[in-house]
């Protein structure tokens, strides 16, 4: 990988400078598959003052003139992104002739060196680390994960940290949170020596059997492994919708509140009104529900979900993760405004301090073509939803803070 870096003034016209703004933001996950075809991995653009600086991460074969070029013919959303950039645009003063984006050097430090051209960096997508609280690593050869099988494609193969790592760099996320896949100790010990042995793994979510007389010694004994940061039953694959509502299950709950351990919610519709009565029946509970609990987003079904959802307003201690939403759409054929409601509705429940955001990759690659286009989704709804700090609060803090990080 290389880093290339342009640079190029905008008219005086605050107006139409914000208008660019918000249509980058808009289509930022449209630009960015038509990008990823010509060999850029990643685009980071600045805004300062009326000076746009444009940074690409491309591969080492990337030519300027060449693969950008195709990019804007093959593109569709390119055309209109130059009519309205050549309304907006004027050359640096260092631009040689017939350039319109000037080629710099060297690629600056955004933080400081970006700064002493005349302020602070303001940049268009969300600033910050980003904290990715939901995703697997599997190795198959393990053996306990029941659900796997060869008809997953792109699943049914071992997804361990160099497979991830460079999607991480490339969306500027700096830690993450691994979530268990298989309803086992075992896995949770398997995911806990990956945390252990990778910088930027800062927790993991296991599992444990809270339907056994042991669970509280059990429990116990994971809680003193200072990776261990919450666990879950995999509610969504039992047989039984109101399982969490067993006497022993419930008991063993209470002794979670109690140590103040997170548990997780993995729910899809049918179990969400029992998990919701386990948290009323739980005081103190700190608990996340995970993938806004799987409405049907593929059919827009709101409702039964939406007012089981608004039920957990009330509950300071519940979080929800923003995570999991693209496979639950259409495959083929979604776009970030099939996702728009259910992201609004739990923003309206949980408000801006208790919502996180997670990839579920590798799953969501069922639906998304790569790890960037579930983070830039997620960017383009909520970018005129959110303010800067909402964004930090989202994308970093709100985890942070849940996980004790």
């Not at 309304?87 to 260092?94: A, E, I, Y």
Request: hydrophobic share 40%; with cysteine.
């Amino acid at each position: 990988m290389k880093e290339i870096a342009f640079a190029l003034d905008l008219v005086d016209d605050p107006a139409g400078i914000s208008e660019y703004v918000e249509w980058h933001k808009k289509v930022w996950p449209e630009i960015m598959r038509g990008m990823a075809g010509t060999g850029v991995l990643a685009q980071h653009i600045y805004l300062i003052g009326n000076r746009l600086f444009m940074v690409l991460e491309v591969e080492d074969d990337f030519d300027y003139t060449r693969d950008f070029g195709r990019y804007l013919k093959e593109t569709p959303r390119a055309a209109e992104w130059d009519t309205m950039m050549r309304k907006l645009q004027r050359t640096v003063p260092w631009a040689a002739e017939g350039e319109l984006w000037a080629h710099m050097e060297r690629v600056y430090d955004l933080n400081e060196q970006l700064a002493k051209a005349g302020g602070d960096p303001r940049p268009l997508q969300s600033a910050g680390p980003i904290l990715d609280t939901h995703h697997h690593l599997w190795k198959i050869e393990r053996g306990d994960y029941f659900w796997m099988s060869p008809d997953l494609d792109v699943l049914y193969r071992d997804y361990m940290p160099k497979d991830l790592e460079p999607f991480l760099r490339q969306a500027g996320v700096s830690k993450t949170i691994l979530v268990q896949a298989a309803d086992t100790e075992a896995e949770t010990e398997f995911l806990l020596e990956i945390a252990e042995s990778c910088e930027w793994v800062a927790g993991v979510c296991g599992w444990l059997d809270m339907d056994s007389d042991t669970f509280p010694s059990r429990l116990d004994r994971f809680r003193r492994n200072p990776y261990f940061k919450s666990f879950r039953p995999m509610l969504q694959d039992l047989p039984e919708d109101d399982w969490i509502l067993k006497p022993r299950v419930l008991k063993n709950l209470a002794y979670v509140a109690e140590t103040g351990t997170a548990f997780e919610i993995l729910t899809r519709p049918p179990q969400l009104p029992y998990a919701v009565e386990a948290v009323k029946r739980t005081p103190g509970l700190k608990a996340v529900v995970n993938h806004i609990s799987k409405p049907f987003i593929a059919t827009g079904g709101m409702e039964p979900w939406a007012s089981q959802m608004a039920q957990f307003r009330d509950y300071p201690d519940i979080y929800c993760k923003l995570s999991g939403l693209v496979t639950e759409a259409d495959h083929e054929n979604w776009q970030p405004e099939d996702l728009r409601p259910y992201v609004a509705h739990v923003l309206d429940v949980f408000g801006i301090d208790r919502v996180m955001f997670g990839s579920d990759w590798p799953v969501a690659l069922l639906a998304a073509s790569s790890y960037g286009d579930v983070v830039n989704a997620l960017r383009t709804i909520v970018g005129p939803m959110l303010s800067v700090d909402g964004h930090r609060k989202l994308f970093h803090d709100n985890g942070s803070r849940f996980y004790g990080l």
